[in-house]
């Protein structure tokens, strides 16, 4: 089987190793990229519903989960939402903001997609899909990689095959076997932005699935002020994922059903709406078969007028601070992105490379790095697919 050469072969055709490959390929290097779905940007075209949150005006490290939460800083810095947006703008992509920073195409996640096939071709990167890569070696300073029935080989190889969330998409692990392969170490890869799952004596509340309402979600030291939704499984929403990707198991996931509310909200309903009743109170700020569902396990019966304004208080801080114990989460195949990946201790924050092995590189999603919801994890896939672009 002959050997085509190329000067870099990026494996993983998905955000960061299409940048990867334009950057590089503008800079005159000979450039293939590979991947083993049937079309590039698979990830991005079902992105945002279709419409792609290609990144977030708001991005800052601390938006970041890493075991090393310095890491992102220096890519980040070097490539912006602003050189990411410029872009967009050069090829006449309309967008907009939505909530929280996050800008979509007001077209097509397609337009994002072409885009970058556009700048990988303006580099003249030789782009090949739907073969399987069965075999990754490293001999006298060359990686050559077998792909369906072709042998290539290169001096630079980067990882950019992303990590195991959204399986039915084609995602797996195969970036953290190719990391261990050559010695580098993997931090436990766990899903993130994932809906998390109830049992127990929380599962009343699955009967509330389709009922949604804004709220304070609380996991670790992290909270996040946007909507919850009950699910018939357990809970999900923006605020719930967000929350998910700080949850560990056995933790608790706290909820405050009244975050704009006063602390002394339900004594001064009992001042001023004596004959009201606690679900009463509640249907006025929340709808009503979660107020019905919350006032049940409250268990106050009768009039606020009737209740101690000591019961009234522990109400109040109840709702502040309502505890759910999650039994787990709805798993990979839910999860929008993976918190953990390649050790960031195994990587250089500047050019993305592997300390201990010359040449080899990872990127994106299946580094430990994890952006919040919103168009994070895009200008992440972005800043460090750019910076390895630059240098391999």
């Not at 990830?43 to 949150?53: A, D, E, T, W, Y």
């Not at 357990?234 to 929350?243: D, F, T, V």
């Not at 590189?361 to 168009?375: H, I, S």
Request: hydrophobic share 45%.
């Amino acid at each position: 089987m002959p050997t085509t050469e190329f000067d870099a072969i990026v494996l993983g055709a998905g955000a960061a190793g299409l940048m990867c490959a334009a950057v590089a390929g503008q800079r005159g290097r000979r450039v293939l990229l590979l991947d083993h779905a049937d079309q590039v940007g698979k990830k991005i075209l079902i992105s945002g519903g279709g419409r792609c949150n290609f990144t977030n005006v708001n991005t800052a490290p601390d938006r970041f989960i890493s075991a090393n939460p310095h890491f992102a800083k220096s890519a980040l810095a070097r490539y912006t939402p602003a050189d990411f947006i410029a872009l967009v703008d050069r090829y006449g992509i309309a967008h907009h903001e939505k909530t929280l920073g996050q800008l979509f195409c007001d077209g097509s996640a397609k337009q994002i997609v072409a885009m970058l096939l556009e700048e990988c071709a303006k580099g003249n990167v030789d782009v090949r899909t739907g073969q399987p890569v069965d075999d990754v070696t490293h001999a006298d300073g060359k990686f050559t990689v077998r792909f369906g029935d072709q042998r290539f080989s290169a001096a630079s190889l980067v990882i950019a095959t992303g990590g195991p969330s959204i399986p039915q998409m084609g995602a797996t692990g195969f970036a953290y076997d190719l990391a261990r392969q050559f010695g580098l170490k993997v931090v436990e890869p766990r899903p993130a932005l994932v809906p998390l799952t109830l049992g127990g004596g929380d599962v009343l509340f699955r009967e509330l699935s389709g009922i949604a309402a804004p709220v304070e979600a609380r996991a670790g030291k992290a909270a996040f002020r946007e909507a919850a939704l009950f699910t018939h499984r357990g809970l999900s929403g923006p605020a719930i994922l967000q929350a998910s990707s700080y949850w560990r198991h056995g933790d608790p996931v706290t909820i405050d059903f009244l975050p704009d509310a006063p602390d002394d909200w339900l004594r001064e309903a009992k001042r001023t709406r004596p004959r009201a009743t606690v679900r009463a109170a509640l249907g006025a700020l929340l709808p009503d078969r979660l107020a019905e569902t919350l006032a049940e396990r409250l268990a106050l019966a009768g009039e606020l007028a009737a209740q101690t304004d000591r019961k009234l208080a522990d109400a109040e801080s109840r709702l502040a601070r309502w505890d759910f114990r999650p039994n787990g989460t709805e798993g990979f195949a839910k999860a929008e992105v993976t918190v953990g990946g390649i050790s960031t201790a195994s990587l250089s924050s500047q050019t993305m490379v592997a300390k201990t092995v010359a040449n080899l590189y990872a990127v994106g999603e299946a580094v430990d790095v994890t952006g919040w919801l919103g168009g994070y994890n895009f200008q992440w896939a972005w800043a460090s697919g750019h910076a390895a672009g630059q240098v391999i």
